[in-house]
């Protein structure tokens, strides 16, 4: 089946644009995970939604960045006034639930953000 | 809090060579385990798991790890490695729970040489 989509999978943005980035998860998986991966860097945890419900955004670095899952499918990460430390590659991820016997993230492609 | 170190950023061998991508963790409760691959301009892919019995896990592209819980250790091994398998590795813990976030380690480079 299909797995986890994201789109645009480059972006460039000048200094203090707007960005949003989509992620389409796996149908029928109930959690949705946002990661930063930085240059040379492991993936770090933004924000995690069960369904519609944004249940941990301890993550996003600053309230610049926004995410939202309205319909507990499709969901949007937004970033304000992009700076040039935004730069980064975001992924995606979608599980089953959150029960041990559905723990597995899969990941999507990722979307390469460039700020200039 | 819990970490995950990954002492090796590059590990370069030789085809048919084994192999070993050490990971160490720290946590003051049960973990669960991860290795994901990935290779360039792509997401990442599990390759095994540890949640809980046998400590030996096996997973995909013969790969398998022990966890090792009082040297807090996950380490990947591979006895014969191909070109096929050069990529970045990630290890990576997760406390469960309700959010059930990864927590990763900064990554090692499998370069394999012909």
């Known amino acids: 089946g299909a797995g986890v989509s994201q789109s645009p999978r480059y972006k460039v943005a000048k200094r203090g644009q707007d960005v949003a980035l989509r992620c389409d998860p796996i149908s029928g998986h109930v959690s949705l995970f946002w990661y930063q991966q930085a240059l040379g860097q492991g993936p770090e945890f933004l924000t995690y939604?069960?369904?519609?419900?944004?249940?941990?955004k301890s993550g996003l670095p600053s309230d610049r960045f926004f995410a939202e899952r309205p319909e507990g499918s499709v969901s949007t990460l937004k970033i304000q006034r992009t700076q040039q430390e935004d730069s980064a590659v975001y992924l995606c991820?979608?599980?089953?639930?959150?029960?041990?016997?559905?723990?597995?993230?899969?990941f999507g492609p990722g979307t390469r953000l460039t700020v200039t | 809090a819990q970490s995950v170190t990954q002492l090796d950023s590059q590990v370069p061998v030789f085809e048919e060579a084994p192999v070993e991508l050490r990971c160490n963790y720290s946590s003051s409760v049960s973990v669960y385990l991860f290795w994901y691959v990935q290779y360039p301009n792509q997401g990442l892919q599990l390759l095994l798991k540890y949640l809980s019995g046998s400590t030996l896990v096996k997973g995909i592209n013969g790969f398998e790890a022990e966890f090792n819980k009082s040297q807090t250790s996950f380490h990947l091994r591979k006895p014969s490695v191909h070109i096929s398998d050069t990529a970045e590795y990630f290890c990576a813990v997760s406390v469960g729970g309700a959010t059930n976030k990864l927590i990763f380690g900064t990554g090692t480079l499998l370069a394999v040489q012909p």
């Open positions: 991820a979608s599980s089953l639930g959150w029960t041990e016997s559905s723990y597995e993230q899969y």
């Open positions: 939604f069960q369904n519609e419900a944004q249940l941990d």
